[in-house]
């Protein structure tokens, strides 16, 4: 069973930054595909970005292409998320994930961000 446990989030004032991270407690976790999702209170949950096994590629959502990147360190088991540009509508709770190429993904328990304007 592999745990997820995310870091970095806190409260921001509008046009800050902020860096999540997220440890995973396994050593295949390069074999993984990662992600980064978000929920807003009263709202579904939403990707926000994905990055390869290896590095490679990255995607984003529009709402946070050109402010966020995703990135992973592979030998520290450790993903992140480079937040810039924070806007109020970034506010929600973030959640790593881990897509194996086999069976369910796996999350986290979620870190909370919060922009205030």
């Known amino acids: 069973q592999v745990q997820l446990v995310e870091s970095g989030g806190g409260l921001v004032q509008a046009g800050g930054s902020l860096r999540l991270s997220c440890a995973a407690s396994t050593r295949t976790f390069s074999t993984y595909a990662m992600g980064w999702f978000r929920q807003a209170p009263g709202k579904e949950r939403e990707f926000v970005a994905a990055i390869r096994w290896s590095g490679s590629s990255s995607y984003y959502a529009d709402s946070v292409k050109g402010r966020f990147t995703i990135s992973r360190d592979n030998a520290k088991n450790t993903g992140y998320l480079q937040m810039n540009a924070l806007k109020p509508e970034d506010t929600a709770v973030y959640y790593c994930?881990?897509?194996?190429?086999?069976?369910?993904?796996?999350w986290g328990q979620g870190t909370q961000v919060t922009v205030s304007s």
């Open positions: 994930n881990l897509r194996p190429v086999v069976g369910p993904d796996y």
